[in-house]
């Protein structure tokens, strides 16, 4: 993704082979292998507990299934390009949370090379985990003694504008990657036809405190507080409280994507409509959904405007806002 690769000519060749298919044709393709996405990505390591302990206790991933260990016979080792006198493998499948899981594998008395890949050597790798806060994810990660390879880049242009990302190693020396982008990336502000899939857009499971009535009174009070608030640096304190920092904001003609769009959007209605506050007529609540139905106006006027919002409420946040402004008469 960083890198840049100067494709040769078989490669070329191949890639006009490929253009030449129909539309019609690539479906099919597609369909007949049956192959739905990415399931999970394998790594191997020199020592199993170190690397079950790294992505459990530093990452908060869930180990949930053990094979092994598994004696592999010539035959196996042959087909697989294994060494003859290496051991038993233990294969641990790891919850890596929203997207691919993790296959980790430990070769006993290991006899193949023990020396990682260069970034430029075929077959080198790395798994790239998306957090909606780069700055504050490194920091931790440097907290919990990992080496941290540089500091995060923001692309400044290009498809990938708005990406931040930095590497990182882990204890065993294998490369991995922090990669944010909470207002999106570049190229999907031309509405492209095909949008590159992303953790951050997949439903989670709802956190127990999001079906917490209380909780989520008190969220949807915070939200209205952001609303009606004037000062800017109280409203951004309410908007990191309530909102997640990657939140997104469905109305029928636009979308604002994090914190800061939302913000702006707020200060520029407020500027607009000086005297106006906005007020709940309704609440109602669905599991992690809450829709709240409001009106924005003056004291003399209170309903001048009027709509319904659907909260998506996750991890004790505000992740997704779908605003339904009723049409005046």
Same mark, same amino acid.
């Given at each position: 993704?960083?890198?840049?690769?100067?494709?040769?000519?078989?490669?070329?060749?191949?890639?006009?082979?490929?253009?030449?298919?129909?539309?019609?044709?690539?479906?099919?393709?597609?369909?007949?292998?049956? +192959?739905?996405?990415?399931?999970?990505?394998?790594?191997?390591?020199?020592?199993?507990?170190?690397?079950?302990?790294?992505?459990?206790?530093?990452?908060?991933?869930?180990?949930?299934?053990?094979?092994?260990?598994?004696?592999?016979?010539?035959?196996?080792?042959?087909?697989?390009?294994?060494?003859?006198?290496?051991?038993?493998?233990?294969?641990?499948? +790891?919850?890596?949370?929203?997207?691919?899981?993790?296959?980790?594998?430990?070769?006993?008395?290991?006899?193949?090379?023990?020396?990682?890949?260069?970034?430029?050597?075929?077959?080198?790798?790395?798994?790239?985990?998306?957090?909606?806060?780069?700055?504050?994810?490194?920091?931790?990660?440097?907290?919990?003694?990992?080496?941290?390879?540089?500091?995060?880049?923001?692309?400044?242009?290009?498809?990938?504008?708005?990406?931040?990302?930095?590497?990182?190693?882990?204890?065993?020396?294998?490369?991995?990657?922090?990669?944010?982008?909470?207002?999106?990336?570049?190229?999907?502000?031309?509405?492209?036809?095909?949008?590159?899939?992303?953790?951050?857009?997949?439903?989670?499971?709802?956190?127990?405190?999001?079906?917490?009535?209380?909780?989520?009174?008190?969220?949807?009070?915070?939200?209205?507080?952001?609303?009606?608030?004037?000062?800017?640096?109280?409203?951004?304190?309410?908007?990191?409280?309530?909102?997640?920092?990657? +939140?997104?904001?469905?109305?029928?003609?636009?979308?604002?994507?994090?914190?800061?769009? +939302?913000?702006?959007?707020?200060?520029?209605?407020?500027?607009?409509?000086?005297?106006?506050?906005?007020?709940?007529?309704?609440?109602?609540?669905?599991?992690?959904?809450?829709?709240?139905?409001?009106?924005?106006?003056?004291?003399?006027?209170?309903?001048?405007?009027?709509?319904?919002?659907?909260?998506?409420?996750?991890?004790?946040?505000?992740?997704?806002?779908?605003?339904?402004?009723?049409?005046?008469?």
């Amino acid at each position: 993704m960083k890198t840049t690769h100067k494709i040769h000519t078989p490669a070329i060749a191949l890639l006009n082979l490929v253009f030449f298919f129909s539309t019609s044709e690539k479906a099919a393709a597609q369909n007949n292998s049956g +192959i739905l996405g990415i399931d999970h990505v394998g790594i191997n390591v020199p020592d199993l507990k170190q690397a079950v302990t790294f992505f459990q206790d530093v990452l908060g991933f869930t180990p949930v299934t053990q094979l092994g260990p598994i004696p592999l016979d010539a035959g196996w080792k042959e087909a697989n390009h294994i060494n003859p006198a290496t051991g038993a493998v233990t294969i641990k499948m +790891i919850n890596a949370g929203t997207g691919a899981s993790i296959e980790v594998f430990y070769y006993a008395d290991n006899k193949g090379s023990k020396t990682h890949p260069n970034s430029d050597d075929i077959g080198a790798s790395h798994i790239a985990f998306y957090t909606s806060d780069i700055n504050a994810a490194v920091k931790y990660l440097k907290s919990k003694g990992v080496k941290v390879l540089g500091e995060p880049f923001l692309t400044p242009s290009g498809d990938t504008a708005g990406e931040t990302w930095v590497y990182f190693e882990t204890p065993w020396g294998s490369k991995m990657e922090l990669v944010s982008y909470p207002n999106g990336k570049g190229y999907e502000k031309s509405n492209p036809k095909t949008v590159l899939w992303s953790p951050k857009t997949t439903v989670k499971k709802p956190a127990a405190d999001d079906f917490d009535l209380e909780k989520k009174k008190a969220i949807i009070e915070g939200h209205f507080e952001i609303w009606n608030e004037r000062n800017e640096s109280k409203r951004a304190a309410l908007l990191n409280k309530v909102y997640a920092a990657d +939140i997104e904001m469905i109305d029928r003609h636009f979308i604002s994507e994090g914190t800061g769009e +939302i913000n702006k959007f707020v200060t520029e209605l407020q500027q607009k409509n000086k005297d106006f506050t906005f007020t709940v007529k309704s609440f109602e609540t669905h599991h992690n959904i809450v829709r709240v139905y409001w009106q924005f106006g003056t004291k003399n006027k209170p309903a001048a405007g009027t709509g319904m919002d659907l909260f998506v409420i996750e991890n004790g946040k505000v992740q997704k806002l779908y605003v339904f402004v009723d049409e005046k008469k």
